[in-house]
Nanobody, 125 residues
Framework: QVHLVESGGGLVQAGGSLRLSCAAS????????MGWFRQAPGKEREFVGA????????WFADSVKGRFTISRDNAKNTVYLQMNSLKPEDTAVYYC??????????????????WGQGTQVTVSS
């Protein structure tokens, strides 16, 4: 089992940047593919991006492609979500998640086994 804790959320103006962190504890961090999701009020949780176990591959939702990046430091058991050129529509609670099997594409909520508690990101216009 792995325990995930997100941090770094907050209030930022449109066009600004934030970096979210997700610290993991428990089983070996490098055995998990890591994903970021977000959920806005009244909406379903949606895929933002993911990173492979080694960190060599990342992929993103079209809505954030070119603005967000993901990296991980397996020595520090941490995954990061760098968010640039933020828009009001990026406002949501952001969650990191861990996928042990890494069998499918990694862009579905159902593929992930463990979740953090979430961190609020608010982008003002």
């Amino acid at each position: 089992q792995v325990h995930l804790v997100e941090s770094g959320g907050g209030l930022v103006q449109a066009g600004g940047s934030l970096r979210l962190s997700c610290a993991a504890s428990g089983r070996t961090f490098s055995r998990y593919r890591m994903g970021w999701f977000r959920q806005a009020p009244g909406k379903e949780r949606e895929f933002v991006g993911a990173v492979s176990r080694s960190g060599s591959s990342t992929w993103f939702a079209d809505s954030v492609k070119g603005r967000f990046t993901i990296s991980r430091d397996n020595a520090k058991n941490t995954v990061y979500l760098q968010m640039n050129s933020l828009k009001p529509e990026d406002t949501a609670v952001y969650y990191c998640a861990a996928d042990e099997d890494a069998i499918f594409r990694g862009n579905s909520v159902n593929e992930y086994d463990y979740w953090g508690q979430g961190t609020q990101v608010t982008v003002s216009s």
